[in-house]
C-alpha cells in the first residue's frame, strides 16, 4: 500500500476536477448535507475527535478553536478562512484552489454551520489571478446550486501583496480595511474579531479537510498520523530534488521517504540544508532525514512543523546567500509597526549583505546572533521570531561557511551551479 | 474617584514590592505607583494600548505560569498572583529594553543640537537611562527628506520619527480628524498625509505636544528656544469656556510657547489649537504703555496716571454712567466691575455680554444657569446629550473632545437642533435634527430627554426667539440637567460675579430686596440701586437717547454687537472711560485710556462653562501693567468711594466671604416663538456661528494657526442649489439692505430655506458685513 | 479619467459585499488599477468619497500592499521570483537577464509601455522553481531563454499565455479587475494542475 493518502488531491489529475460537475461528480457537497442535519455541537466534537490541528503552521486544534466561539449571545459570528499563503516555500494552498476550490466551499459551509456563523470570507492572496478566478467561480457555481445563500454567504477578498497578512488578526485589519498589521491580543478572533464579533480563523487546508472527516468519521481520520498529530496533509517538496511537487500523507512521514518517493535529491548532488515548514522554521540538515514530520516530531529537533513546505537546498547552495535573501523578505514584508522587527531586519539585512560579501567579521558573526536574541521574543508578532530563525539555525549549522566568507573575501560558491539550467547555457 | 464607586483592588509584586491598584490598572502604571519608570513611547494613558514600541517590556508570572518571552507592560492588565520583574529586577527584561532601544536608535539621526525637542525629549531621556553608550550600528541610516510641513503650523521630520503612533492614534481616537496616518510599510513605515489634504485638526498640537521625539513640531516655536531656558507657569486659557489647565512657557519676559495642562475632570491632557498657537496678540499688537486723556482739542494724548484717574473719574462722577465689561474679564476682575457699577456709580447697567443678547437670555440665565452646575462628569454619565444653538467643535472644543470621548466610548447618543449639520456633528455621529433658522424651539418642545440627560446650550441660543423659553419646559418636564455654554472665557465668572443688570453677585436678584441687603451689608454701604440694569444694546441705545451720559468699557469689541453703528455712535458722544491693553475701536472715541495687564502679566481665576474655578498666576512676573481690578479700585478712590479691592487676593476673599445665596431663584417670563419668515425665489434665511480658527482679536498675528482655519464657504442645500443651478465652487453673493458677501458655494445638508456662513472670518464677518447673523432673510444670487 | 456610470455602480456593488464598507477599501483599489492603470489621486479621493473616509485613511492603506502601484506600469507586468528558492535555482539569472534584455532597472517599464519589471517574493508556486508571474499569472519553470522569449512575446503584442492560467494572458487591468472580484469568465481554461501538483497522486496511484 502506498505511504501517501491522496484525499483532498484524490481527483486533481481529472481534467475538470476544479467544476462543481466534477466535485458533485465525487460525492462533493454531501457532507455539508450531512453536517447540516447534524446539531451544531455535534460538528465541533467531530472534529475535535478527528484530531484535526491547524494546518497554517501553528496547528492548534481545529475543533477546539470552534469551540471558543461564545454561543448564545445574539451576535453575529464570522468564519474567515487565511488563504494569504505567503510563507517562502509554502505551495500547498494555491493548487488546491486551482484544481478543487469546491472542498473549500462546502468546509465553508459545514464551518459556519458549526460556529452559528452566517458569512464566511475568504481571503486569498492578490498575487495568483487565476486561483482567483476559480474561486470565486466556484462560489458563483456554489450559490447557483443553492449550497451558498440559504443561510451561509461566502465571500471572495482579493488581498494585495503583504505576507503579514498571513498573521491573523493583521488579516482581520486588513479585511475591516486598514493596513493589515497585527493586533493586540487579548481580545482574540474567537471572543472579537471580524468587526469585532466571535471569529475563527482558519486555513484553508484546515477547513478543506472537514468534509473528508464529516464523511468518514472521526475514527478514519485519527487512524492516519502519530499519536498527537492525527491525520493527513499536504507536503510541498520543493528544490534541488529530480520531482519536486505536492505529497499528501500522513502526518509523521518522514523526509526520506518522500525523498525516496519523489526520485531523490538533484542526481549527483546531496542535500545540504532544507526547511520543514518554510523560511520561518529553523532549518535542519541531513541530519534530520528520519525526523517524523509531525508537530511534535520536528519541535523535538529544534524546528517547526510550519506548512510542511520543504524546500530542499543541496551542497551547491550558500547558506548565506539563502539566509540574506530570506531576511531581506522579512525586512520586505515587515509591517512596520514594532521596533523590534522594523529596524532589526533593517539591521540584520545590513549586516549580513557585509558577511556574504566577505566583508564581515567574527565579531560582526557575534553581533548577528545578540542582536537575533534582541528580536526574537521581543516582537510583536512571530513575524520578528521568524526572521530570526533561518540566521541562529543557519550559523548553528554552517558556522564554518560564515567564516569561510571572512577568510576567502567573498561568496566561495558559483551561483551558477546551484540553478537547473547549469550548463544550459545561460 | 467618587466613594460611591466600588473597585476591585488587585494585589501584585513589582520587583518585590506589593501594590494594590484598581482593577484593570495596566502593569506599566502599576509599577509607577510605586515609583518604578519602566521606559515607554508609544504608551500614552489616554490612547488605547498599542504595544507597538515594545520599549517597555518586562518579565511577568502569573501564579507561578511565567510568561515564556518579555511582556509588554503597557499593554498587560494586573492580575491576581501577578509577579511582574522590571529591567531593575530581571536581567532579561533589562537586556530586552536596553535591546530594543538600540534598535531605535539606529536609525535616529542623533541631531539633539539643533532638534527642538533636546532637553525635554523622552528618546533622549531614556537613551540615557536604558541606551549603550557607544554605538554598535556600523550601517547605512534611513534618510528622509526633513522636515516637511504637514499644515501651516506642524512640520514633520520623519528621520526622527520612532513610529510610536500616538500622533496618528490622537488623530483618530481622540479628536477623530485621521488626517495623519502611518504610511508604506516596515522599515519606511512614516507618519503623513494625503498630499492635497494636510493636518488641518483643530487638535493638532496635541500630536506635537505627545510626539516623544522630535519628529512633529510646531512651527511657531521651531527654533525659538531651549526648554532649559524657559520658565513655565501652570496657567488657564483665557480663549474659551472649555476652561483648560495649561502651561505658559516664558522666556524674558516673553511667551515662547504654551502647552495643555494635564486635569484629567476637565481637559483631561489636551487643548485645542487656538488655546495653544493664538497667545502672540498679547504683544503682537501695539500694547498701550501710558495712559491717555482727550485733550481740549480732542486728541488723545500721554498723560500721567493720577492726571488719567482724576479725569475719569470726573467724567463718570459728573455723568449718568453705565459699565459695559466684555466676556474675556476674569472672575475678579467681572466683580470689580459688577462692584463698581453698584458702588462706584450707583446703578444696576452693567453687562458682560458684548455680543448678541436678549433680555429672555438675561432671564434664563438667572433662573437656570447662574449658581448651578453641570460638569464634564456629567457628560460621561449621561445618556444623551441635546446640542441647542451650540456647535461645540467650533465654540468650546474641549466639550467636544468630551462628546467624542464618549460616543466612541459607549456611543453616546447626541442630538443637534441646528439648521446645517456641522463638522463636528457628524463626527459624533449626531442624530440632525433639521430646521429653518428661528424655529428651533419647536424642535426642542418635541425632544424626549429623561433625568439622565444633558442640554448643552450655547450662547446662540438667544438669537431665536422663545428658544431658551422652550429648553427651560424641557428641563422642567423631563429632569434633564441644562448647561449653558457661553463661547467666551468670563462670560461664566461675570454671570457669577453679577456682571449684568438683573443680578446682584453669587446669583442674588436685583429684584430681591435681601439679596440687595445682603450684598450691602458686605460692601459696606446702605443701599443699592434696585433698578434692573439694561443690556448692552440698551445701554448704547440710551446714550443715543441722550439719558446715559458716561459709559466705563473694558474688553469690549463694539464690532461684536448686532448694531455696531448704534455702539459706535454711542461711544463717539459718550464720556468713555476705556480700560484696554492695545488700540481698539473703543480706545479710538475714548477720552480716557486706562492700560491694563494682558492675561499673562496678572493673577485671576475664570469660571468654565461648568462654574468651575480656573485660576492661574502671572506668567510675566515682570509686568508693570495693573489688573483691570486695580485700575478700578484707583478711579473709585479718586471718585471718593472704596472698593477695597486693591489686590485679586482680596477681591478672591470677598467673593468668598459673599456666602451662597439661600433665597428664592429668579422665574423666567415666557418668550413665544417667532413666526418663520417665508421665503421664496432668491431669498434665504441666514445662520452662522463662529469657527473656532477665524479673525478672533485674540488669534491676531498668528498666521500659522490662520493657515489651518476651515475654508470660508456658504452652504445651501442641494435642492436649492439645483433650483439655483448652483455646484461647489461658485460664487454666491448674499446680501442684506446693510451690505453683502460673496462666498464659494458648498452644498451640504442644511435646511432648504436656510444658508449658512461662518460669521467671522475673512471674507465673511456677517455682522458687519450684512448686519445680521441668525435668523433674517437675505437674498442670495449666483454670480 | 473620470469613472463611468457603470464603472460607480459596479463599485457600488462591490461596497455592498460587505457588512461594513471600509471593508471594500482593498477591491475598490483593484478596480481603480483596472479602470487606470495604477492607483492616482482620483482614485484615492473616489474611493475616500464613496466609503465616507478621510482620504489620508485610504492613502494609508493604498501605500502599505506592495500590488497598488503609484505610477503606470507596463500592460504585462513581469515579476520575477528572487525569494531565496527561486533565486538560488535560476531566479536571479532570469531577472539579471531581463533587465539587460529589457534595458529596464527593478520597477522599470519598457519605453513601449508593453512590459514592466519587478523582483517578487515567494509566489506559492514553489514546486515550479524558478517561477516568473505575469500580470500575476503563472509561469512555470523558467530559464533566462524562454523568459526573454516571454517578454518578446509580450512586446511583440502577442503574449504567450500562462502555464497555470487561461488560454490568453490577460493585460494588467484586465487582471487587476478579477482581482478586485469580477469574475471575467476564464475560470474554466487551462489546467487543473500541472504535473507537479499530481505528482504524489500519480505516484500513490503507482502503490508506490
Redesign the interface.
Known sequence: ??????VL??H????????IEAYTRHGGYSAAKKALAMEPDAVIQLVKDSGLRGRGGAGFPTGMKWGFIPQGDNK?HYLVVNAD???????K???LL??NPHVLVEGCIIACHAIRAK?AFIYI??????V???L???I?DAYKAGHLGNGVDV?????????ICGEETALLD???????QPR?RPPFPAIAGL?ARPTVVNNVESISAVPAIINNGAEWYQSMGTEKSKGATL??????VN???????PLGITLREILE??GGIRTGHTLKFWTPGG?STPIFTQDHLDTPLDYEGVAAAGSMLGTK?L?I?DET?CVV???L??TE?Y??????????C??????LV??LRDLEAGKGTEADLA?LLD?C???M????CALGDGATSPITSSIKYFRDEYIAHMTQGGCPFD??A????VG?G? | MTTSAIVDMITVVIDGFEVSVPKGTLVIRAAEQLGIQIPRFCDHPLLD???????C?VDIEINGRAF???QASC?IPVEPGMIVKTQLTSAVAD??QK??M???L??HPLDCPVCDKGGECPLQNQAMSTGRTET??E??K?TFEKPINISSQVLLDRERC??CARCTRFSDQIASDPFIT?N??????QVGIYEKQPFKSYFSGNAVQICPVGALTGASYRFRARPFDLVSTPSACEHCASGCDMRTDVRRGKTLRRLAGDDASVNEEWNCDKGRWAFKYVTAVDRLTHPLVRNGAGVLVQASWPEALAAAAKGLKENTSAVLVGGRATYEDAYGYSKFARVGLGTNDVDFRSRLSSDEECEFLAAYVVRTSTTYRDIDRADQVLLVGFEPEEESPIVFLRLNKQFRKRALKVTAIASKLSIGVEKLKGDFVKVAPGQEAAAVAKQTLNAKSIILVGERACESAGLLTAVAALADSTGAKIAWIPRRAGERGALEAGAIGNLLPGGRPVADAAARVDIAAVWGVPSLPTTIGRSSDEIFAAVNAGTVGALLVGGVDPLDGLHSDDALRALDKAFVVALEIAPSEVTMRADVVLPVAAITEKSGSFLNWEGRARSFDAAVHDSLNRSDLRILSMIAQEMGTSLNLGTVTAAAKEITSLGAWDGERATMTSVSPAQAPSVSGDQFILTSWRRLLDLGTLQQGEENLAGTARQTVAVISPGRAKSMGVVDGELLKISTSHGSVTLAALVEDIHDDAIWAPRNSRGSQLLVNLGIGHGDVVTVVKI | MAYSSEDLATMDSIIK????S??????L??FVQSRVGYVNGEGIELIAKL?TLETAEVS??AT?????KRKPVGEYHV?VC????C????G??IFA?LKAHLGVENDGVTEDGKVSLEH???????????VV?A????YD?Q???SAKDLVDSMRSGNPKP?T???NTL?TWKE?SE????I??G???E???????????????K???
Open positions: 500500500m502506498s505511504k501517501l493518502t491522496p488531491s484524490a486533481w489529475d481529472e481534467k475538470d476536477s476544479f467544476t453575529d499563503e505567503s510563507e517562502p516555500g509554502t505551495c494552498d494555491m493548487p486551482m484544481a458569512h492572496r492578490g498575487e495568483v489571478t487565476h482567483v478566478r476559480r470565486n467561480q466556484a458563483e465571500v471572495l477578498h482579493v488581498g494585495a501583496g503583504a505576507y486588513s479585511l475591516e480595511g486598514f493596513r493589515g493586540l468587526y507536503y510541498s517538496l520543493s528544490g534541488h520531482n519536486p511537487g505536492q505529497f499528501e500523507a518517493l519523489a523560511s513546505a524546500q537546498f547552495t546567500r539563502a539566509v535573501r530570506w523578505f525586512k520586505h514584508e515587515s509591517c512596520g509597526k514594532c521596533t523590534p522594523r529596524e532589526g531586519t533593517w539591521w545590513q549586516i553581533k542582536l536574541d534582541n528580536i521574543g521581543r516582537s510583536f551561483p551558477v546551484s540553478t537547473l539550467f544550459a545561460v | 494600548p498599542v504595544g507597538a514600541c515594545r520599549q517590556l515564556p518571552k518579555p499593554t537586556k530586552a535591546g530594543v538600540e534598535l531605535l539606529i536609525n554598535r550600528f550601517g547605512v534611513r520612532v513610529l502611518l508604506e510599510r516596515g522599515a519606511l513605515q | 459585499r460587505y457588512p461594513r471600509r471593508s471594500a477599501i482593498m477591491p483599489l483593484h466609503l494609508a492603506v502599505f500592499y506592495t500590488q497598488y515579476g528572487t525569494n531565496t528558492l533565486a538560488v535555482m535560476g536571479d539569472a537577464g517578487i517574493e515567494c509566489n506559492a508556486a514553489c514546486d515550479y522553481a524558478p508571474m500580470n500575476w499569472e503563472f519553470n530559464t533566462v531563454e500562462p497555470r492560467g487561461p490577460v487582471a478579477v482581482l478586485a472580484g469574475n471575467d476564464k475560470a474554466h487551462g489546467v487543473q494542475a500541472g504535473a507537479p501538483s499530481l505528482l504524489g497522486l500519480r505516484i500513490s503507482e502503490g508506490k
